[in-house]
Every structure is written in structure tokens, then in C-alpha cells.
């Protein structure tokens, strides 16, 4: 793998020995790769330096070396997107995530009898990570790996529950609203108030919207190093809203040991 340059021959702002070493610039390289994702996964250089504040020589230097080592690549029309060698990562690290929350799905399903789940805002679709069958001869089964649209799902919905409206509208222009089922929410305004009603009651409901006798409860997991939500999922005549009162807070006190779980440098 290409070494670095800018490692070396970084901007004269960096003044001290720590700034100027290689870990100034990982920090830096990884920030842009940051900031290219929430972009959509393609910028030009003109873009990375006003979002980023460095100047254009540094993103140059440092976009060339993630071209060189695959994780960047250089389009037709000289914009940079995202490159494939992302993706080894990004599947890797999805499958410890779910190994890491295994244990506290599990804990939702002997708490609440139903099945859990644990999704992440990958772009803009929901992909489901880990899963814990409920123990119910019928229960709720979704494929580890699945992606679907955040409109049609509790999980989605928590996740872009504190996400401005006008970048919720700009990801359903981008994707549609395409209806899963009659109680899908297809239109821009019916999902905005839908978010503004999670942030009221602290959970979001996925009540037949993505699949018609399925009712679903989801949280989002709190200062998640990436966007997670956990949620459990089960026959509508089951998951009630009666039984929503005793099961959102097992959620959010599940979701809140994950979150210090995933922040700390050893997981439980």
C-alpha cells in the first residue's frame, strides 16, 4: 500500500511536532472520507475545502493518496467518490457490530418475548445488522444484511427523527416513497410528522407499514458511533399499544448500555 506523503509535507499551519506527524493526517484523511459520505459519496475539492477548512494543496495531497490506496476514486468529470476498498471495511466492521450486539438483542427477547433487531442509516437506505429470533412459533424473521427504504420502518424513522428536514426531504427525493403496504407513508409532510411525533414520545412505531400484520417499536441508540437504532418487532396482535408502555422503556435502557458498549474500547 502507497505511503503517504502528506504525512511528511503537510500545510505550514500545522506548527508542532504531534500536528505535523502521521496521526494529524490519518485524522484529517478520515475526516474527508466522513465528510464525502454524508455528501452522498461524491464531492469535488472545492467542496471538501469549505466544509473542511483546510486548504486545497492538503486535500489534494491527501485525496491522492486514498486514490492510490483504493478508497477514493477519481470520476470522468474529476469529482472524487467514495472507492470500492471501502466496502471490505464497511462489511467487516458491520458483522463485529452485530456480534457485539448480540448480547443485548438477546436481552430485548427474553425481556419482551419478541424479536430484535439492530439496523444502521447506511447512505440512505436502512441495513439490518444483527438479529435474535423471538422464541414464538410465530415471530418475525428479517435477513442480516437487508436493506430497505427508512420511510416504510420504525428503524428508520428513529434514526431521522433529529435529522434537519430539509436534508429528510432531500433523502425521499432521492429514493421515493414507494409503498410497501396500504399504511405506508408515501408522502414528505405525512413522514415529517411522523418524525416530529418520535421525538414527542422518544420511540418511533412501524405499525403495518412494512409488512401488513407486523407491528414494530424502535429506538435509536444514543452517541452510536455511527447512526443504530435497536428495535423489536412481532405479530400486530401482540405488539399492542398497550404493551408499547412496558416495552419502550426495556428498548431505551437496552440502547443506552449499547451505547456505552460501542463507545468503549472493549465491548461487553
Given at each position: 500500500m502507497p505511503t503517504s506523503s502528506a504525512s511528511t509535507t503537510d500545510d505550514a499551519s500545522s506548527k508542532t511536532p504531534a500536528a505535523s506527524g502521521g496521526v494529524q493526517?490519518?485524522?484529517r484523511a478520515f475526516d474527508l472520507l466522513e465528510r464525502m459520505a454524508d455528501a452522498g459519496g461524491e464531492?469535488?475539492?472545492?467542496?471538501?475545502?469549505t466544509a473542511s477548512g483546510l486548504p486545497l494543496p492538503t486535500i489534494h495531497r491527501l485525496m491522492r493518496t486514498l486514490v492510490a490506496c483504493g478508497y477514493v476514486r477519481q470520476q470522468p468529470?474529476?469529482?472524487y467518490s467514495l472507492g470500492p476498498r471501502l466496502i471490505r471495511l464497511g462489511e467487516s466492521?458491520?458483522?463485529?457490530l452485530g456480534t457485539w450486539a448480540r448480547p443485548y438483542l438477546a436481552r430485548l427477547v427474553e425481556e419482551t418475548g419478541e424479536t430484535a433487531n439492530m439496523a444502521?442509516?447506511?447512505?440512505?437506505?436502512?441495513?439490518?445488522?444483527?438479529?435474535?429470533p423471538s422464541k414464538h412459533s410465530m415471530r418475525m424473521f428479517t435477513e442480516v444484511g437487508r436493506r430497505v427504504l427508512p420511510h416504510s420502518t420504525g428503524v428508520g424513522k428513529a434514526l431521522l427523527a433529529h435529522t434537519p428536514a430539509d436534508e429528510v426531504r432531500a433523502l425521499l427525493a432521492r429514493t421515493g416513497m414507494p409503498a410497501a403496504t396500504e399504511k405506508t407513508i408515501t408522502t414528505p409532510e405525512?413522514?415529517?410528522e411522523a418524525l416530529e411525533q418520535v421525538r414527542k414520545s422518544g420511540y418511533a412505531v412501524d405499525d403495518n407499514e412494512q409488512e401488513i400484520g407486523v407491528r414494530c417499536l424502535a429506538v435509536s441508540v444514543p452517541n452510536s458511533p455511527t447512526a443504530a437504532a435497536i428495535s423489536i418487532s412481532g405479530p400486530a396482535g401482540r405488539v399492542t399499544e398497550a404493551v408499547a408502555e412496558s416495552f419502550v422503556p426495556i428498548l431505551q435502557g437496552v440502547a443506552a448500555e449499547l451505547s456505552v458498549a460501542l463507545s468503549s474500547q472493549?465491548?461487553?
Open positions: 493526517s490519518l485524522e464531492v469535488g475539492l472545492s467542496e471538501l475545502s468529470n474529476r469529482r466492521a458491520s458483522r463485529l444502521l442509516l447506511d447512505g440512505d437506505e436502512i441495513v439490518y445488522v444483527a438479529q435474535v405525512g413522514f415529517l472493549s465491548p461487553a
